[in-house]
């Protein structure tokens, strides 16, 4: 906790029923934190360690769980494969996103409000609806099993919300500067790369985090379209080794911290973005 | 969390301005604006009709079907008649029914944090991040770890170890296995919706509870008599978007926690839509199954809407 905020707070209300507050805080704080400590020292322990004494501090201190599920179960590989498949499928969706933002925020689009209502109620689709059919399209372009099948996925389960949520962010531009530009002799392509792009930047960012831990964190269409073991994404295998190692908790646990560090380091480095997003959900 | 999430966002989305830019502007350039506008929405568009749009019809069409993917033979009605004749979609639904008891337990924690990050006390910046955090893990990732604390090694039978007792096997009984995953949901949700909220009760008027507290009102008092009353809307909100939440997302906690065991006791209707996708011979089946899914879902945020409609007048 730092310095500054605590002396804020304590000048904006210094009232004495704070303490018990903080204290309630506290406690559901705990709640959530205390399972994810534990998780991660378990994984820095060997399992005999582990069952002597679970909730003490480790005997032993090793990397031991991490090694073996690089060396022996591919974690490393399927980490990889999630880096790649997250970063692919969030350009995409930046690019296609913004440039239908753009135009549904700034130009006058035909049939905007058909276009508009048609990226609001896909929204609706629940996943399992899709499962079927999107296998069986896939199935018959023979993609599946490859990232483009999934990639596409992605894309296309990630896009509505982020035209939308472009949509609005672009609006927040004034049309002034975009009329500048113009008179200038700004071309559509310049407008959104030197004005658009910087001036929606942090949007821009906003949606970068939340469509990346979005793909990330995926589970269904990844355990479904990518069968073969090589090429499995990271949740997909920690389902594996979860369920093919239930009686050792320690290399379990580093699976789960290897899995959850990425959300997390995002969480403590972009929390500010990942605030900002869910404002948008927020909102009304 | 994907489907609270989205669920929420349309929530925000109903109230996106749909009027174009008007600009007055000569008609040869508002004319190619048009086209350029045009060209641009066109990717988009067209990547999430063809693999969202398109799907849910190809499903209903599948739905009519009998097919193994390749051939499809049409047999009109038949897979519904069956599915609403089928013992096991009859339990299934059963179960969706049970895991809504994790609705109120997640509401009513959502609450009470909310109401304690609104007094806004010492680092409540921080208490919000932390609260936040279930939500950035992946449901694997969640599901998982209360596989392993509850599991027979795991850190809740070592704990009963402590006190002497026996480890008990949590998952090859149905009640508990339903229970461990609601308080799963439970643990990954109430955060999320603890600060939603927030978000409505800051929306509440200060004014009317400086006045309360001028009349004399304790804290209960106007926690009961305003707070409430006043977040009811989003109270509404929050329970829709679980109820929808608990028919079509719970796929990722029951994959990783129980595969739907023991028998069927922890299967839901999304898990069974993957089951019989996969490992049965027909697929129709499957299509029926997510296309009543479907309308359920669609009936669900149907009078979302209508509550948010009316709830916006008063």
Redesign the interface.
């Known amino acids: ?1 730092a310095e500054e ?2 002396v804020i ?2 000048r ?2 210094s009232s004495r ?2 303490w018990p ?2 204290i ?2 506290l406690v ?2 705990a ?3 205390y ?2 400590y ?2 991660i020292i378990t994984s820095f322990r060997p399992n005999s360690d582990y ?1 002597q004494d ?2 003490g501090l480790p005997g032993v201190w090793t990397f031991e769980n991490y090694l073996n599920l690089v060396n022996t179960y591919g974690i490393g590989q399927a980490f990889l494969n999630s880096l790649f498949v997250g970063t692919i499928s969030v350009s995409i969706i930046l690019v ?2 913004s ?2 933002g ?9 049939g ?2 058909y ?6 109620s ?16 896939l ?1 018959r372009l023979e993609i599946v099993g490859s990232y483009t099948g999934l990639i ?2 992605y ?3 990630g ?3 982020a ?3 472009l ?2 962010s672009f ?1 927040g531009i004034p ?1 002034e500067v975009i009329e500048a530009a113009r008179i200038d002799g700004a071309g ?1 392509f310049r407008i959104m790369w030197s004005i658009i792009a910087p001036m929606g930047s942090s949007g821009l960012a906003t949606l970068a985090v939340l469509q990346f ?2 793909a ?5 269409f990844a ?2 379209l990518i069968p073969e073991e090589s090429m499995r994404l990271l ?2 295998q ?2 594996s080794i ?2 093919r190692f ?2 050792d ?1 320690p290399l ?2 580093a ?2 911290f290897i ?2 560090s990425v ?2 380091l ?2 403590a480095f972009a ?1 500010k973005y ?2 900002q997003g ?7 | 969390m994907t489907t609270a999430s989205v669920t929420s966002r349309v929530g925000a989305a109903s109230a996106a301005p749909t009027g174009g830019a008007p600009r007055h502007k000569p008609g040869g350039i508002r004319r190619r604006d048009r086209i350029v506008g045009l060209l641009a929405v066109l990717p988009a568009f067209l990547v999430v009709v063809g693999f969202m749009a398109f799907p849910v019809a190809f499903a209903v069409f599948i739905s009519f079907t009998k097919t193994n993917g390749l051939r499809f033979e049409f047999r009109g009605l038949d897979n519904y008649i069956a599915l609403l004749n089928d013992p096991i979609v009859h339990q299934v639904f059963l179960n969706n029914v049970t895991f809504l008891i994790s609705v109120p337990l997640v509401i009513f924690t959502a609450l009470i944090v909310s109401v304690l990050l609104f007094e806004r006390v010492r680092g409540w910046k921080y208490f919000r991040v932390i609260f936040f955090l279930p939500n950035v893990l992946s449901v694997a990732v969640i599901g998982i770890m209360f596989r392993n604390a509850f599991g027979y090694y795991g850190g809740v039978n070592q704990a009963l170890a402590l006190f002497g007792i026996e480890p008990i096997q949590f998952f090859t009984n149905g009640s508990t296995a339903i229970a461990i995953i609601i308080l799963a949901l439970v643990w990954a949700g109430f955060g999320y919706q603890s600060l939603l909220l927030l978000a409505g009760l800051t929306s509440i008027n200060p004014a009317v509870f400086e006045a309360a507290a001028i009349d004399g009102a304790g804290w209960w008092k106007r926690l009961w008599y305003i707070t409430l009353p006043n977040i009811r809307r989003v109270l509404g909100f929050v329970f829709i978007i679980n109820v929808i939440y608990t028919f079509s997302s719970l796929f990722g906690f029951v994959y990783v926690m129980t595969a739907g065991g023991p028998g069927f006791d922890t299967t839901t209707i999304d898990y069974l839509v993957y089951l019989r996708a996969f490992s049965s011979t027909n697929l129709g089946s499957g299509a029926a199954l997510a296309v009543i899914l479907f309308l359920f879902i669609g009936i669900l945020t149907l009078i979302q809407n209508r509550v948010f409609k009316l709830g916006e007048d008063d």
Do not use: C, H
């Not at chain 1, 276009?115 to 609001?120: C, E, M, N, P, Y």
């Open positions: 906790m905020d605590v707070s304590k904006i209300s029923t704070q507050i903080f309630a805080l559901v704080a709640t959530i934190i399972p994810l534990f998780v069952l679970p909730f296609l996103a440039l239908a753009y135009a549904l925020a700034k130009l006058p689009v035909p905007q409000k276009i508009t209502a048609t990226f609001v896909v929204m609706l689709i629940p996943g399992p609806v899709l499962i079927i059919p999107i296998y069986l399209m199935a596409l996925v894309v296309a389960t896009l509505p919300f035209t939308f949520f949509t609005l609006r049309d559509f831990l979005g990330w964190n995926e589970l269904i355990v479904i949740t997909p920690l389902a979860g369920e239930l009686t908790q379990v646990s699976g789960l899995t959850a959300p997390l995002l969480l929390s990942i605030m869910l404002q948008v959900g927020v909102s009304r």
